[in-house]
């Protein structure tokens, strides 16, 4: 159960985060290496999702997906990319199923809500 609202809460930050923020992008490509994974700083936005999961750093693929997306590459490319990008850094993560799992709910959320950000 708790698990389940973990899920379902998580959902629901992400949804608020994306319909409520607006990107900055400062670096090359409209991307900084360092921009953290979220739609944006607005209500919380990058500070309510976790930037990591068990160890892996998510950061690098949200930053590759910004890249992909900007460049003009359809999305469900660039989604497809990103989950893979994470997936990979799980593989040095503490406990790689789980962060795979993570991975997953990321680019799910990418999937459903990302069309309303992009």
């Known amino acids: ?6 899920r379902v809460t998580l959902g629901i930050l992400l949804l608020l985060a994306v319909c409520c923020s607006q990107a900055t992008a ?5 991307c900084a290496p360092w921009r953290p994974c979220g739609p944006g700083n607005s209500f919380g936005g990058n500070r309510l999702i976790p ?5 892996a750093d998510f950061r690098p ?11 003009g590459v359809p999305r469900r ?3 497809r990319q990103f989950l893979h990008n994470m997936q990979c850094a799980c593989e040095q993560s503490r406990h790689p199923i789980l962060c795979r799992m993570q991975a997953r709910w990321y680019y799910t959320a990418a ?8």
């Open 1 to 6: 159960m708790t698990m389940r609202l973990t």
């Open 77 to 79: 490319d660039c989604d």
């Open 61 to 71: 693929s949200c930053s590759s997906h910004d890249a992909c997306l900007a460049a």
């Open 51 to 55: 930037q990591a999961g068990f160890g």
């Open 111 to 118: 999937r459903v809500f990302g069309g309303l950000y992009h």
């Open 26 to 30: 400062d670096g090359p490509r409209g």
